[in-house]
């Protein structure tokens, strides 16, 4: 059991790195909260693009990691 998933954890932390390198820089920062950005269609229809289909991968990812952080430090 320790090894699969150590296997798997080391799997998506591979992939986390790799999507997280590969995405573009959101440059619009605080100004951006401050001034309310820009309300385009682009901006309302974001999660259909593959930036966006990009972004959700790297947020599930994201939370897998942690889960078998846990995971594997409840085991160890």
């Not at 790195?17 to 309310?36: K, M, R, W, Y």
């Not at 385009?40 to 078998?68: C, D, H, P, Q, W």
């Amino acid at each position: 059991m320790k090894t699969v998933l150590i296997i798997i954890y080391a799997i998506v932390a591979v992939i986390l790195t790799v999507l997280t390198l590969i995405q573009s820089n959101d440059d619009e920062g605080a100004s951006a909260t401050i001034t309310g950005g820009s309300s385009s269609f682009y901006e309302k229809n974001k999660g259909r693009t593959k930036e966006g289909k990009m972004k959700r991968i790297t947020i599930i990812l994201g939370i897998a990691f942690v889960v078998l952080a846990i995971a594997l430090g409840i085991i160890y």
